[in-house]
């Protein structure tokens, strides 16, 4: 598993919209690669290549509002999953971000990019999606640590 802080997501945001307005452009290119390796970098070889799936967790701020993406990247194979406890944000918008990175930085094939808007608790309030944010977190973490747990019982993982 490996969590991103909320800047990543404005920054390639703004990459993005660049590297769309410029024709794709090569410098735009050049620094979304960059800012991919961010991530990679603390990524093992074997998770970004099928022994153990890589995870990234994203929380996304914009316009006053928080959710949470989700990357699982398995066998050259992503999965774009986004919670959000207001629906106040365009999943499809954050899914053009990280499908258009995956294709041109992996390259995955867009096929084998599947994209999924989670249903989630929604809250009540206009404040409280912070608090969401972290509850949805703290599940997934919980439910890795058990799937490690049963990859180690039965002989599978070795950490």
Known sequence: ??????????KASELMARYDKTNHAEEPMIKITRLWKSICLDLHDEDMQGNL?????????????WSLAIIRIHN??????????FRGHDPEAIFHVFKTILCLIMPIDPALIMTAIMNVEQQQDGHSCGKHVLQMLAGAARK??????VLRMRGLLDI
């Open 1 to 10: 598993m490996f969590y991103v802080n909320t800047f990543w997501f404005t």
């Open 144 to 149: 890795e640590s058990d799937r490690l747990d």
């Open 53 to 65: 799936p890589a995870w990234i967790f994203m929380p996304i701020h914009g316009k006053k509002h």
């Open 76 to 85: 050259n194979v992503a999965m774009l999953a986004h919670l959000d406890s």
